[in-house]
């Protein structure tokens, strides 16, 4: 396909092209959000499709990826790239609240300072903070866009890669930053072009996890979707097909990946469902996922990793048969120790009806025993196959003393069925613009001062009475653990990480070199890690 016919008639200059930059820096500053992760060691879709839909253009024109974390360390050799480059491309978004052991995410108050030290140089502002504002981190209302304005001369509301493919042929000046993809036909041949930036990342090499997006968008946006949540902005999901997702993949395995985690989306049961945009829990495509998660596994023979993230309960909920069967299907072809992070947010029926969340507390239980007893089983790792994850939220409208409690209350009953959780999220809203929750901002920020002991009190209480006793029925002592990366040393210990959704923190009272590959055995369960020997 001409990549002429990936632009609208308006867009198509008789003149043709020129041009008008050859020397490009990406300063990956992170992003999270609902649908995508990009901190270290995961590696998200923007770098890729940035650089992609450049060489898309022109494979000579040069491309720089920095990440944050390597401008830290390096700030005058950084500086001394960008001042010698035509453009700095700055990616940022930590819209969801989190926290990381392999990076930072780029704060605000860096903006301000690189953006100073780069005054004279062009600066464009990429991913979900141009978007929806800049996150802060939980319990944070969003830096605005307008303000934001004022640091960088463009900020790319619309998909990366139309823009940057606009600017490589048409110049800059006749660059829409607005326009939205209508179909993957540009992203798919940017993720091809851009595959190769992954070479550049640091983790490059040892446990670099590259975010695959399968679509964009949520499909409860026919009610809005929940009230925080940037996802159903987007309007009716958009889906690429199973073989150009595979193609993707096969070119980032030439190029040496091995861990891929199906994460840039908000449910993966809904993929290429038939009926979405009728239905607010579209019945799962299980022939699209047999197709995709079989693909991948011909065309990356020796990958090492293949996980999922977002999984809507609600789909679980309202298509129990056709759920089972789906992720029956994932983990025949995944790798274990893979984790279906569910969005609950609340098990108070007042904050799940006031904030339009997706399933009440009774669902979401039946949601989290349903894939118990399809993914509990251990594979060769040491991990159970597929668990649940569970996310709260705090700060939602509706929130009263009793939220806390009800919270806690249905916590304890996972214990009590036996029920296995792979992590807990405990977090505060971060308030972003252009979402519902955005009109209640002063309703939020009042609430999450009102009731900070209250979360203080029972984010330590879930994290001794529960957090620590399910990890220690899902890592018993004695467990052997395969295939942990050594990531950092912390004193007189190292951490080290299985690459995938949510690995464990396995604590080892030695000194080992970094980024060696270990077996361990646990010795010990503390509430968030376990303590190892090696073996």
């Given at each position: 396909m001409s990549t002429n016919s990936f632009l609208p008639t308006h867009k198509l200059f008789s003149h043709g092209y020129k041009v008008l930059f050859k020397k490009v820096i990406i300063l990956d500053g992170y992003t999270d959000e609902p649908a995508g992760l990009g901190v270290p060691p995961y590696i998200n879709t923007y770098p890729r499709l940035i650089a992609g839909a450049i060489w898309v253009v022109d494979k000579t024109i040069h491309v720089k990826y920095w990440t944050i974390d390597t401008v830290r360390s390096n700030l005058n050799k950084f500086i001394q790239e960008a001042t010698q480059s035509d453009m700095i491309v700055f990616i940022a978004g930590p819209e969801v609240p989190g926290k990381y052991i392999g990076g930072t995410p780029l704060r605000f108050n860096e903006v301000e300072k690189l953006c100073f030290l780069l005054?004279?140089?062009?600066?464009?502002?990429?991913?979900?903070?141009?978007?929806?504002?800049?996150?802060?981190?939980?319990?944070?209302?969003?830096?605005?866009?307008?303000?934001?304005?004022?640091?960088?001369?463009?900020?790319?509301?619309?998909?990366?890669?139309?823009?940057?493919?606009?600017?490589?042929?048409?110049?800059?000046?006749?660059?829409?930053?607005?326009?939205?993809?209508?179909?993957?036909?540009?992203?798919?041949?940017?993720?091809?072009?851009?595959?190769?930036?992954?070479?550049?990342?640091?983790?490059?090499?040892?446990?670099?996890?590259?975010?695959?997006?399968?679509?964009?968008?949520?499909?409860?946006?026919?009610?809005?979707?929940?009230?925080?949540?940037?996802?159903?902005?987007?309007?009716?999901?958009?889906?690429?097909?199973?073989?150009?997702?595979?193609?993707?993949?096969?070119?980032?395995?030439?190029?040496?990946?091995?861990?891929?985690?199906?994460?840039?989306?908000?449910?993966?049961?809904?993929?290429?469902?038939?009926?979405?945009?009728?239905?607010?829990?579209?019945?799962?495509?299980?022939?699209?996922?047999?197709?995709?998660?079989?693909?991948?596994?011909n065309n990356a023979p020796g990958l090492r990793v293949l996980h999922i993230d977002n999984v809507n309960p609600g789909t679980i909920i309202h298509n129990k048969s056709k759920a089972i069967e789906a992720m029956k299907i994932i983990i025949k072809y995944h790798t274990p120790g893979d984790v279906a992070a569910l969005g609950i947010e609340s098990f108070d029926p007042r904050v799940v009806k006031m904030n339009n969340l997706k399933v009440t507390p009774e669902e979401a239980i039946e949601a989290i025993r349903i894939i118990n007893q399809v993914g509990s089983h251990r594979g060769w790792n040491g991990l159970p196959h597929l668990l649940p994850g569970i996310n709260l939220l705090y700060g939602l409208p509706g929130e009263t003393k009793e939220t806390y409690i009800l919270n806690y209350e249905y916590l304890s009953r996972l214990l009590q069925e036996n029920l296995l959780v792979r992590r807990i999220n405990i977090r505060k809203v971060t308030v972003l613009e252009n979402t519902p929750l955005w009109l209640k901002k002063n309703t939020v920020y009042k609430l999450l001062r009102k009731h900070q002991g209250l979360y203080t009190k029972y984010r330590l209480k879930i994290m001794n009475n529960i957090d620590k006793p399910m990890l220690k029925k899902i890592l018993p002592p004695g467990t052997l653990m395969r295939y942990l990366y050594v990531e950092k040393q912390v004193g007189n210990h190292v951490i080290a990480r299985m690459p995938g959704s949510y690995p464990i923190a396995v604590k080892i009272p030695y000194s080992l070199p970094l980024r060696k590959i270990i077996d361990a055995r646990i010795k010990s369960i503390a509430a968030k890690s376990v303590l190892a020997e090696p073996v």
């Open positions: 005054r004279d140089k062009t600066k464009i502002l990429v991913g979900p903070a141009a978007r929806y504002g800049f996150g802060g981190g939980g319990g944070t209302i969003a830096v605005e866009r307008i303000r934001l304005k004022k640091y960088f001369d463009e900020l790319v509301i619309g998909d990366p890669e139309i823009y940057f493919y606009e600017s490589a042929k048409y110049g800059l000046e006749r660059a829409d930053p607005y326009r939205m993809r209508e179909t993957y036909d540009l992203a798919n041949q940017a993720f091809i072009y851009g595959s190769r930036i992954i070479k550049q990342h640091p983790n490059y090499g040892w446990n670099l996890i590259v975010e695959i997006e399968t679509f964009r968008g949520c499909p409860r946006y026919i009610t809005g979707g929940c009230s925080f949540c940037i996802e159903p902005r987007y309007g009716k999901p958009l889906y690429r097909r199973p073989e150009d997702i595979v193609r993707e993949i096969k070119q980032l395995y030439n190029f040496g990946a091995r861990h891929y985690r199906l994460g840039k989306q908000p449910d993966i049961l809904a993929y290429m469902a038939k009926d979405t945009g009728t239905k607010e829990f579209p019945e799962p495509n299980t022939d699209a996922l047999r197709k995709l998660f079989l693909g991948i596994r």
